[in-house]
């Protein structure tokens, strides 16, 4: 597999603080890898240098072999990168379908000359997006609350729509963050299976961030171990429980 996300020697700092040292990183396509760490080792500021969302001071980053080195997120976002937050980020006062129907960029009906001139083309179009949006509602078991506002949903049903919103677009890579954090066990378990159906049946590549480690277990091959700012291992979910370096690094030198 070739990689189709490529850090190479990333470095950030805030003021006199390094939170991200000459780290590299590579993300096969089609895999699902996991990104782990104690608290403040940079997980979520290396995922916001790839996802443009936060200037690298130095380093470069690349999708598919495209350097793509401070980029804005909107532009990456139209070259199929996405990413999911740890708060769900919806339209508390839309449905759950208009929420997913707010996503593909471009449309007719965002036109003022559109919507005078050309309503059939604008009606057409709304009828497909519409139709996209109830295929992936059901893809991720929300069509009872398609009707509902997005703001009543509970916290596990709006990470189902965050993931839902990925597949409105020709989503290539999409970065989740901690997306199982305040999710009930059981649309926990959903939404662990649609991330694999997305992978194995679209071809999703995923970077996840999580701490729910039996998660990650289930999910992710490689995993790779960020301590202070670089990469301290990657492996297999089995060589990075058992490493010393990694036990120490979460728990602290052991008697």
Not at 19 to 48: H, M, W
Not at 73 to 79: G, I, M, R, Y
Not at 118 to 137: C, D, M, S, Y
Request: charged content about 20%.
């Amino acid at each position: 597999m070739s990689a189709i996300i490529d850090v190479r020697h990333v470095n950030k700092a805030f003021g006199g603080l390094r939170v991200i040292n000459d780290c590299s990183i590579r993300v096969e396509q089609g895999s699902i890898t996991g990104l782990i760490g104690p608290n403040g080792a940079g997980k979520s500021t290396l995922f916001n240098i790839i996802a443009g969302a936060l200037p690298l001071d130095s380093g470069q980053v690349f999708l598919d072999g495209e350097e793509i080195t401070n980029r804005p997120a909107n532009e990456l976002f139209h070259k199929g990168l996405l990413r999911t937050f740890q708060i769900a980020h919806e339209f508390s006062q839309l449905t759950a379908l208009e929420n997913l129907m707010m996503v593909p960029p471009h449309q007719a009906g965002e036109s003022l000359f559109s919507a005078w001139f050309q309503p059939a083309r604008v009606r057409q179009e709304e009828t497909r997006v519409r139709q996209k949006a109830l295929e992936v509602i059901d893809f991720v078991g929300l069509n009872h609350v398609r009707n509902e506002l997005a703001g009543n949903l509970s916290g596990g049903q709006k990470k189902l729509l965050e993931l839902g919103r990925t597949m409105m677009v020709d989503a290539r890579v999409v970065l989740l963050d901690e997306i199982a954090a305040g999710v009930n066990r059981t649309l926990l378990g959903d939404l662990v299976a649609n991330i694999e159906r997305l992978n194995r049946e679209l071809g999703y590549t995923f970077l996840v961030i999580e701490h729910d480690m039996d998660m990650i277990a289930r999910l992710c091959d490689p995993v790779i171990v960020l301590a202070e700012g670089s990469v301290m291992v990657q492996g297999s979910i089995a060589e990075i429980q058992n490493n010393p370096a990694v036990i120490d690094a979460y728990f602290g030198a052991q008697p």
